[in-house]
């Protein structure tokens, strides 16, 4: 266990509340399987996924600012299971605690917006963590080892950081962003092996799937060839973005392609939950697209 207990204010995003609730799921299976304490932050707004910016940096900055603020005001650090969130929330907050420093009007109007619909000013006084970070410098490794019941031995697993985990901010004081091991690491903890492929830090495809469908499918289905080709028995991605293009679409990706895939696609809270011992139902594995069946049977019979 980690020395004192964990307590985060919790940014679920949207995804994980909709189309991707087994993520919602199994990060509360898993989280209270390790004692970790969430306040979920239920006024929390969207963070645009990269899109406010497309009109406006200070709309993005406002409307993260104050997601942000709601975390200050618990005196808690905010965390979030989307990489996309982590890129867009972490780097708002990267950006304005450089400009408390060099451009100190700018916070005051950031700041002046949120007084308007009373809200908590920002203040720069906590952190932006995606689930994975604090899985592996909060909980810690050694701890999140004594803690598993199940040692997914046998289990080749391939991980899809996805980009904005890795390169949405400017610095990443967890991992490398174009030789990131943060993953590969809870792999190992966990006894599954981890499989090292050409598409583990490209992109999904996601970003470009509503005006560009066919190189969307393109990049995504060729990241699963990829993972497929080296033996891969599933893919584990931190976002639930990437999840929709490389699970919810996959059979989309076949016909494209002509051939059959059939690669499951997991979110990192469940593969850490099944190594847990927690149910799979519980950990959402029978609401996605490309079954889960194969992944669960290898378990099984590893045993």
Known sequence: ??????????????????????????????????????????????????????????????????????????????????????????????????????????????????????????????EVKHLLWALVTDYGLDALREKVTQPLKGLNCAAFYGCYLLRGQKNLPYDDPFSPTSMEDVFAAISATPVDYAGRIKCCGWPISSYATKESFLMAGNNLKDAISAGADCLVTPCPLCHLNLDSRQPEIEKMLGEKLNLPVLHLPQLVGLALGINPQELGLDRHVVTTKSILEKLANNK
Do not use: W
Not at 32 to 42: C, S
Not at 48 to 74: C, Y
Not at 87 to 94: K, L, S, Y
């Open 1 to 126: 266990m980690p020395l004192k207990p964990l307590k985060y204010a919790y940014f679920p995003g949207c995804v994980a509340q909709g189309a991707a609730r087994e993520l919602y799921q199994s990060t509360n299976a898993l989280t209270n399987a390790l004692g970790i304490e969430l306040i979920e932050l239920k006024k929390a707004s969207c963070c645009g996924s990269g899109t406010f910016k497309e009109d406006s940096q200070l709309l993005e900055d406002t409307v993260n600012a104050r997601n942000i603020a709601l975390a200050e005001s618990l005196n808690l650090p905010l965390l979030t299971h989307c990489s996309t969130c982590q890129g867009v929330i972490g780097h708002v907050d990267e950006r304005l605690k450089d400009a408390q420093n060099n451009d100190p009007a700018y916070v005051e109007k950031v700041n002046s917006f949120l007084k308007k619909e009373n809200c908590s000013p920002y203040q720069g006084t906590t």
